[in-house]
């Protein structure tokens, strides 16, 4: 943050920072860097700084995984949670709650996505795959136990949980 504007930086070996101004929650793989921006979410090239997709409106959260991006959209009180093919542009809601439920910043790695969904101080943790459509719940479903922000890698999952004061 600089005179109270966030920027996205991208640190590369031997390399100057490339930043990116008032931009804030990036993802990056490989050359691909996707963030939000007072437009929405921007997919660029970060070395170039080329644009190659721009998602318009109220997005947040956004994760980068290969050709794929998965964000969330509000629409009204409703969140859903948006995995876009940027190659054939096609979009599909993996998850979709109501007022009062935070949908969580999702984490995308291949073809397997994974989010929380809180209310309160209780919330879980999903895991998809993006080929079967099989949801599977991973952490949660105690009264007062906040489990959230899941990161994967392609073996393993972890997220943190929160009961009281204690994560």
Request: charged residues 25%; proline residues 7%; without cysteine.
């Amino acid at each position: 943050q600089a005179n109270g504007v966030t920027n996205v930086v991208v640190l590369a070996k031997d390399a100057p920072p490339v930043v990116f101004p008032a931009a804030r929650t990036p993802s990056i793989h490989g050359r691909r860097l996707a963030y939000v921006d007072a437009a929405g979410i921007r997919v660029v090239d970060w070395r170039s700084g080329v644009e190659e997709y721009r998602e318009p409106g109220p997005v947040d959260k956004p994760s980068l995984s290969g050709p794929r991006l998965a964000y969330v959209r509000r629409v009204g009180s409703t969140r859903r949670l948006i995995v876009r093919n940027l190659t054939n542009r096609r979009p599909r809601v993996v998850a979709s709650v109501g007022a009062g439920v935070d949908l969580g910043r999702p984490s995308l790695v291949g073809r397997v996505i994974a989010w929380h969904e809180s209310r309160g101080p209780s919330g879980v943790v999903f895991v998809r795959s993006l080929d079967t459509g099989r949801t599977r719940l991973i952490a949660g479903g105690r009264r007062s136990v906040l489990n959230m922000n899941p990161v994967m890698t392609t073996r393993h999952i972890a997220w943190t949980q929160r009961v009281g004061e204690r994560a």
